[in-house]
């Protein structure tokens, strides 16, 4: 089956702009999770969902940063007012939950910030 | 506070045998994952424990000791596409994972 997808693959913003990243989790998976991973670096938790209550957003570096999944699928990350040091690779996983414990990692998105 | 170390990078050669160790200090423990990661790819899963002991899958194993906080995973008759960054993780509260920075294992013929 399918698995996580996200979009766009890569993101060139303006510092300043607003940008907005996708999620489609594996279907019927119920917590989601997104990550942010620096170059060389390991991913570092930024969110986490169960369906489409918010449970975790302490990762979140600042008040720019923000998350939804208003009906338990789809989610988006958005970032205000990009700053250079939000460049990064911010990858989104789920998780079947009710027995799995394994997440399953989309492509990530690359966003740079000039 | 935190905290998950492994070595930055490592070599081998084909055919040989890896093992990549990582300790962990983090205030809850609900397993280890072991994920492998190709350069501008998704990590993608190796091996989880949560219990001492071995785990063995094909050319993989990992090994965990929680009363010394410490894992390895073992990678056999290595290959080419083996080379890539392993990443350590500890599933601290049941949610979210904590990762280290990652092994760049570089496999040379």
């Known amino acids: 089956g399918a698995g996580v997808s996200q979009s766009p693959r890569y993101k060139v913003a303006k510092r300043g702009q607003d940008v907005a990243l996708r999620c489609d989790p594996i279907?019927?998976?119920?917590?989601l999770f997104w990550y942010q991973q620096a170059l060389g670096q390991g991913p570092e938790f930024l969110t986490y969902?169960?369906?489409?209550?918010?449970?975790?957003k302490s990762g979140l570096p600042s008040d720019r940063f923000f998350a939804e999944r208003p009906e338990g699928s789809v989610s988006t990350l958005k970032i205000q007012r990009t700053q250079q040091e939000d460049s990064a690779v911010y990858l989104c996983?789920?998780?079947?939950?009710?027995?799995?414990?394994?997440?399953?990692f989309g492509p990530g998105t690359r966003l740079t910030v000039t | 506070g935190q905290n998950i170390d492994q070595p930055t990078e490592m070599t081998a050669t084909e055919g040989a045998i890896v093992q990549i160790n990582c300790t962990y200090q983090t205030s809850g423990f609900n397993g280890l994952f072991w994920y492998q990661q190709h350069a501008g790819e998704a990590p993608t899963f190796l091996s989880y424990n949560v219990l001492d002991g071995l785990e063995e899958k094909g050319r993989f194993s990992s090994f965990l000791s929680r009363s010394k906080g410490y894992s390895y995973l073992l990678l056999k008759e290595l290959q080419m596409k083996d080379s890539a960054s392993y990443l350590c993780a500890v599933n601290q509260a049941g949610t979210a994972l904590i990762f280290g920075k990652g092994t760049t294992l570089s496999v040379s013929s």
């Open positions: 969902f169960q369906n489409e209550a918010q449970l975790d």
């Open positions: 279907s019927g998976h119920v917590s």
């Open positions: 996983a789920s998780r079947r939950d009710r027995g799995g414990y394994e997440q399953y």
